[in-house]
């Protein structure tokens, strides 16, 4: 396998869980992937806290740009979170 990826279809995304918390994931298919957190199938995390809804997206990412995303979003603040999702600097901002 190729270790550099240049296929640029991974999103990183928020949702807000049904109790207000909130989980940060990546994929290349978000339909589809939100549809497996509502019926309970894709994380332990939010299958306990249904329904989730999506409330945040950055696109454009290949896989290991979007895992390194994904770990800074894990890192910052709630407050910090909530401000990212306020602005909505997210799809397509690293044109």
């Known amino acids: 396998m190729d270790h550099y990826d240049e296929n640029k279809d ?3 995304y928020i949702l807000e869980c049904a ?3 909130y989980y940060t994931g ?3 298919n978000i339909k589809r992937r939100l549809t497996f957190h509502n019926r309970g199938q894709a994380s ?3 299958r306990a806290r ?3 809804k999506l ?5 454009g990412w290949s896989k290991p740009e979007a895992l390194r995303r994904e770990i800074e979003i894990k890192r ?3 407050e910090q979170k909530k401000q990212l999702i306020t602005l909505g600097k997210s799809v397509d901002q690293r044109d």
Not at 55 to 59: A, H
């Open 55 to 59: 409330c945040y997206l950055e696109k």
């Open 50 to 52: 249904l329904p989730v």
């Open 44 to 46: 332990r995390y939010t």
């Open 10 to 12: 991974y999103s990183v």
């Open 76 to 78: 910052l603040s709630r």
């Open 19 to 21: 109790d207000g918390t």
């Open 26 to 28: 990546i994929t290349n």
